[in-house]
């Protein structure tokens, strides 16, 4: 009889990995033991381009994140004197959301309202204390609590709607990924980039800008030129604005057609001139004119015919 052998309780040791090829400058530098059905290793030029190409797209990277950092440094001195929407927009198209968290962050550090063309102090909620949040709408069904940084962000609601309206259209997909942005860059054997649209020239001259402000989002809206993405973008600032205790509908749009009510008020013309009192004029029975005393017209008497009328001299 033979003992059943005992079960290892050690881990069993790895197959050996399949072979990776690593590029390195120009040499290939292969680790593993090799498999008959390894992928053919890329020549000596290919492995170069490789190599190159991926220098290339870190340059580009570093010169568009160095765009963004400028632009987020002007954003937050916003807005200038000569300052216009344009300008802000054209700062933006390199932007991904988070980066629009940081212009938030810095513009709040620096006692700015999160929306660029605002002017204003942000709020600041009494009774600082050390709780992180702060119960907003009492009482009401949208009560709920909130980080009191993120309620410390904007100065009003209608910046807080303006503001995160902007933060919402922003492309999620990195500048130095997306396809229009770098088609046309160049580096050259100096590592120098070339081709990008840092000055936001190309940007300006293109015949429409992606990104809107509300109140131009809203004008579209009410003309109908509108996409199913607009609309979407919409549904998602009203949930943001929703986790922030602030309505979407209030202020920012106008009474719906069916409700208002509308007035022609027209300014009528006196023709006639001054309109004449009536006057009560007797007559005998001879045609002469007798008047009542005080209105009272005497029974006793000639028999007296009354007459009312509005013309003068009658
Ligand atoms: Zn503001």
């Known amino acids: 009889?033979?003992?059943?052998?005992?079960?290892s309780i050690l881990k069993k040791t790895r197959e050996p990995s399949a072979p990776t090829t690593t590029v390195v400058g120009s040499t290939i530098?292969?680790?593993?033991?090799?498999?008959p059905q390894s992928k053919p290793l890329p020549t000596p030029e290919e492995a170069r381009a490789i190599a190159l190409s991926h220098a290339h797209s870190i340059q580009i990277r570093k010169v568009l994140e160095l765009s963004i950092l400028t632009s987020l440094e002007q954003l937050v001195d916003f807005p200038l004197p000569d300052s216009t929407s344009t300008d802000l927009k054209c700062h933006l198209r390199y932007f991904q959301p988070s980066d629009f968290d940081s212009l938030m962050e810095e513009r709040r550090i620096c006692d700015k309202c999160s929306y660029p063309l605002c002017p204003n102090p942000p709020k600041r909620l009494a009774g600082g204390g050390k709780s992180t949040y702060a119960l907003v709408n009492k009482g009401k069904k949208t009560m709920r609590f909130v980080e009191k940084e993120k309620l410390e962000r904007f100065c009003?609601?209608?910046?807080?709607?303006?503001?995160?309206?902007l933060r919402i259209q922003l492309n999620p997909e990195p500048a130095w990924t997306r396809a229009e942005t770098i088609?046309?860059?160049q580096v050259d054997d100096k590592g120098a980039v070339s081709g990008l649209d840092l000055t936001g020239e190309k940007w300006r001259g293109g015949l429409e800008s992606k990104i809107l402000l509300l109140e131009e989002a809203e004008e579209q809206r009410r003309q109908a030129k509108?996409?199913?993405?607009?609309?979407?973008?919409?549904?998602?600032l009203e949930e943001e604005l929703m986790e922030v205790g602030i309505s979407f509908e209030k202020e920012t749009r106008g009474p719906k057609q069916s409700d208002s009510l509308s007035v022609d008020i027209k300014e009528r013309k006196n023709e006639a001139g001054m309109a004449n009192p009536p006057e009560l004029i007797l007559t005998d029975e001879n045609g002469s004119r007798v008047r009542a005393i005080e209105g009272y017209t005497p029974k006793i008497g000639p028999v007296y015919t009354r007459?009312?009328?509005t013309e003068k001299g009658e």
């Not at 530098?29 to 498999?35: A, E, I, K, L, S």
């Not at 509108?226 to 998602?236: F, H, M, P, S, V």
């Open 156 to 165: 009003s609601d209608i910046c807080a709607r303006q503001g995160l309206w």
């Open 29 to 35: 530098v292969r680790t593993g033991p090799p498999t």
């Open 183 to 185: 088609s046309d860059a």
């Open 226 to 236: 509108w996409n199913n993405t607009r609309e979407a973008d919409i549904k998602k």
């Open 307 to 309: 007459k009312i009328s």
């Open 1 to 7: 009889m033979t003992a059943k052998q005992p079960k």
